[in-house]
């Protein structure tokens, strides 16, 4: 069955820098790649999302970006802010909104 | 807000009893999906219910069941309790091509 790796487990990094997360999944037959936000006690938040037909999309600080062939995906937040520390979760699913496999998560600490 | 709403929030059980946890989908959703949360770790995929039917299911034994009623509430339940149930529970729904909203989930205590 379908497999999504996820690195680093931990990130620190100082207000302004940029931080990237990556994800490696096993199934090419997956379409669907969402990113959670989920802080701590609370659900997890959709925060950026990318079809199979799509290998980047922007939202203001958030992109990610797909590589089909490698079957890799990332997560990158430009200017990052204290506000963006939580744990991100990344995955994968096939045949859209079905089954969603989960990363084992990143926890981003922003230094002020 | 018509987003996702579960109860109980939080929930204390005792090994071998049985629990039902509850879950409204956003307003416009059809489908409902449940994951299992254990602490610091990723949801796990239970299972997935759409017109009433279970359309998927993920590696849970079957002490792991699910309903899902005509206005497309759902209902897990899991019977005789292990302390290795304890975890968060998440249902999230969906409907199309829409993404899945979570609800905020229900914490099990099993003791």
């Known amino acids: 069955g379908e497999n999504v790796e996820q690195h680093p487990s931990t990130l620190s990094v100082q207000e302004g820098d940029s931080a990237v997360i990556k994800c490696t999944y096993s199934?090419?037959?997956?379409?669907?790649f969402p990113w959670y936000k989920q802080e701590l006690g609370k659900r997890p938040q959709l925060i950026i999302d990318?079809?199979?037909?799509?290998g980047e999309k922007k939202d203001q600080r958030i992109a990610v970006t797909l590589n089909k062939t490698a079957k890799h995906f990332s997560l990158h937040i430009t200017e990052t802010q204290p506000e963006d520390s939580a744990v991100y979760f990344c995955?994968?699913?096939?045949?859209?909104?079905?089954?969603?496999?989960f990363g084992t998560g990143t926890r981003l600490l922003v230094s002020p | 807000d018509a987003g996702v709403t579960q109860s109980p929030t939080h929930l204390i059980k005792t090994r071998g009893q049985q629990v039902t946890l509850r879950c409204s989908p956003k307003?416009?959703?059809?489908?409902v999906s449940w994951y299992q949360q254990a602490l610091g770790q990723g949801p796990q995929f239970i299972f997935q219910?759409?017109?009433?039917?279970?359309?998927q299911r993920g590696n849970f034994p079957d002490r792991f069941s699910g309903h899902q009623f005509p206005n497309y509430s759902s209902e897990l339940n899991v019977n005789a309790l292990l302390l290795g149930d304890s975890a968060l529970y998440l249902c999230?729904?969906?409907?199309?091509?829409?993404?899945?909203?979570f609800g905020s989930g229900t914490r099990l205590t099993v003791v």
């Open positions: 999230a729904s969906s409907e199309g091509q829409e993404g899945y909203t």
């Open positions: 199934d090419s037959a997956s379409n669907y």
């Open positions: 990318i079809r199979s037909n799509v």
């Open positions: 995955a994968a699913s096939i045949k859209g909104f079905q089954k969603l496999v």
């Open positions: 307003s416009g959703h059809d489908t």
């Open positions: 219910y759409y017109e009433e039917e279970e359309r």
